[in-house]
């Protein structure tokens, strides 16, 4: 499994970005997929999940209201619109694969600056 994310740059305090986390191999669709994020001297945080369906999709509480998670399975690509963007949010945005219960497969991540 290969997860290439893209979509991040330098963005104004109040603007949006759309990452976006291609996955090559089989079988995407049955997996759920998150986002994490990892700020210069934190550790890796969870950012937000979706399910294999899309159905059903998760939060950090620093994400509720502000970023979108969606997946698109016939691209084998899932999504981060991310809105009314902070300093605060500025990190390395990875995307993982979710095998059972834990996010054993992940990308090398794409670079997201605010700027106040």
């Known amino acids: 499994v290969q997860l290439v994310e893209s979509g991040g740059g330098l963005v104004q305090a109040g603007g949006s970005l759309r990452l976006s986390c291609a996955a090559s191999?089989?079988?995407?669709?049955?997996?759920?997929m998150g986002w994490f994020r990892q700020a210069p001297g934190k550790e890796r945080e969870f950012v937000a999940s979706?399910?294999?369906?899309?159905?059903?999709?998760e939060y950090a509480d620093s994400a509720k209201g502000r970023f979108t998670i969606s997946r698109d399975n016939a691209k084998n690509t899932v999504y981060l619109q991310m809105s009314s963007l902070r300093p605060g949010d500025t990190a390395v945005y990875y995307c993982?694969?979710?095998?059972?219960?834990?996010?054993?497969?992940w990308g090398e991540g794409t670079q997201v600056t605010v700027s106040s």
């Open positions: 191999g089989r079988a995407f669709n049955l997996f759920t």
């Open positions: 979706i399910n294999w369906s899309g159905t059903t999709t």
């Open positions: 993982s694969k979710r095998v059972g219960t834990e996010y054993k497969h």
